[in-house]
C-alpha cells in the first residue's frame, strides 16, 4: 500500500510539472481564478492562522525539518547504499509533496499576469523618457531629505523607529492604495524578524516570504533606513506578487503613499537609486551629469546598505545569487535577477501622467 502511494505521488510529480508548463501560457487564467480567487482565500486563511504570533513559525518549521532531514540520513545511511532505489523513490514522493504544497500555497503566482497589463500601461521606455522621470524623483527626494534634515543637506537620514514600529506603520501606505486597487488591501498583517537573519545577510538576502506559512520575513540585521520599503516589498509578494520587480515596484508604491514622511523619503529614494543605476547602464555621462542633483545627505544613506553588505560579503554568496537567479528563471522570470530592472519601466510609465 505504502509503494502505491508512493508510486502515486511520484507520478503527481510528473503531471504537476506539466501542467505548471501548460499554466505559464495562459496567464489571464491564473491571474483570474488562482491570483484574484483562491489565492485570496489561502493567504488571508494563513496570516488569520500564524500572523498573530511573535515569532516565525515558518523559521520554526524549517528548523524542524533540517533536523528530520538529518536525522532521517543519518538513521537511513545504510539502506541509501543498499537499497538505493527506494531511497530515490522515497525522495523523489517527499519532493512531490513539498512541490506541490508551495505551488497551491503561493507560487502559481509566477504565472500569473504581468503587472503591466493589470496597469494598462507599457513595459518598454526610452532614455529620455528615463532622464525626465529620474529628475522628478531627485526633486521628490530631495525635497523629503530637505524637510527630514532641514539644517543640513549632506546627513543621511536616521529613522527614528524601532523595526517593530515600522511593521506596524507598513499598513497606512497599503490601505492609501487600495482606494484605488482594493486587492492592495493588507488585513491581516503577518510581518516578523526572521529568526535567521545572519544567514540571510550572509547569504545576501534582505527578506523573503515564507510559502507554507504566508509569513513575511524580514532580515533583522539590515539598517532602518531599508526597513520600510523591505517590508513593503515582503508584503507584496503576501498580496500575490511573485515577481521580485513587480514586488518591488508594489513595495515602492505603497512606501511612498504611506502618511509617514520617513516611510515617504525610503520609497522614494529606493525608486531613485534603481533609476539611477538604470541610468548609468544607459547614458553614464548623463548619470554623471545628473548625480551632482541629488542631496549628499540621500547618497549617504546610500553608502551606508552598500557598507552593510560589503562587511557580510563571503565567498558562498555569489553561489547564494547564481542559485536564485536560477530559480527565478525556472519560475517563469526568462532574466533572473536581470528582471529586476523591470521595476523602472513600471516606475516610469505608471507615473507617467501622474504626480509624484
Not at 318 to 337: H, I, R, Y
Not at 341 to 349: R, S
Request: hydrophobic share 40%; aromatic share 16%.
Amino acid at each position: 500500500m505504502l509503494k502505491n502511494k508512493r508510486l502515486v505521488l511520484i507520478l503527481l510529480f510528473g503531471l504537476q510539472i506539466l501542467l505548471n508548463n501548460v499554466l505559464k501560457h495562459y496567464p489571464e487564467f491564473v491571474e483570474r481564478f488562482y491570483s484574484n480567487g483562491v489565492y485570496i482565500f489561502i493567504s488571508k486563511l494563513m496570516r488569520y492562522t500564524f500572523g498573530w504570533l511573535p515569532f516565525s513559525v515558518g523559521d520554526v518549521f524549517y528548523t524542524i525539518a533540517t533536523i528530520y532531514i538529518i536525522r532521517w540520513l543519518i538513521l537511513n545511511r545504510k539502506r541509501i547504499v543498499k537499497d538505493t532505489l527506494n531511497w530515490v523513490l522515497d525522495i523523489l514522493a517527499t519532493l512531490s509533496i513539498a512541490f506541490i504544497s508551495f505551488h497551491i500555497l503561493w507560487a502559481f503566482n509566477y504565472y500569473r499576469q504581468p503587472l503591466n497589463k493589470s496597469l494598462g500601461i507599457k513595459a518598454e521606455y526610452s532614455t529620455n523618457e528615463l532622464v525626465t522621470f529620474t529628475e522628478r524623483l531627485i526633486e521628490k527626494s530631495n525635497s523629503f531629505h530637505n524637510k527630514l534634515s532641514p539644517e543640513d543637506d549632506s546627513l543621511k537620514i536616521e529613522i527614528p523607529y524601532s523595526k517593530t514600529e515600522i511593521f506596524n506603520i507598513v499598513n497606512n501606505g497599503y490601505d492609501e492604495l487600495a482606494k484605488n486597487y482594493p486587492h492592495l488591501k493588507y488585513n491581516p498583517a503577518s510581518i516578523k524578524k526572521s529568526i535567521y537573519s545572519i544567514p540571510l545577510t550572509y547569504m545576501g538576502f534582505s527578506g523573503y516570504l515564507n510559502p507554507f506559512t504566508n509569513e513575511a520575513q524580514v532580515d533583522g540585521l539590515i539598517p532602518t533606513y531599508k526597513f520600510p520599503t523591505t517590508s513593503c516589498h515582503e508584503v507584496a509578494h503576501q498580496l500575490g506578487y511573485a515577481a521580485e520587480n513587480e514586488a518591488n515596484f508594489i513595495g515602492s508604491l505603497a512606501a511612498i503613499h504611506n502618511k509617514d514622511d520617513y516611510f515617504k523619503y525610503a520609497g522614494y529614494t529606493f525608486a531613485l537609486r534603481y533609476c539611477l543605476a538604470e541610468l548609468f547602464r544607459r547614458d553614464s555621462e548623463i548619470y554623471y551629469n545628473i548625480l551632482p542633483r541629488v542631496n549628499y545627505g540621500i547618497i549617504r544613506n546610500y553608502q551606508e546598505v552598500q557598507t552593510f553588505w560589503m562587511d557580510y560579503e563571503n565567498p558562498l554568496e555569489p553561489l547564494f545569487e547564481k542559485t536564485f537567479d536560477s530559480f527565478l528563471k525556472v519560475n517563469n522570470q526568462a532574466n533572473g535577477m536581470k528582471s529586476y530592472n523591470y521595476v523602472v519601466a513600471l516606475l516610469v510609465n505608471y507615473y507617467e501622467n501622474k504626480t509624484l
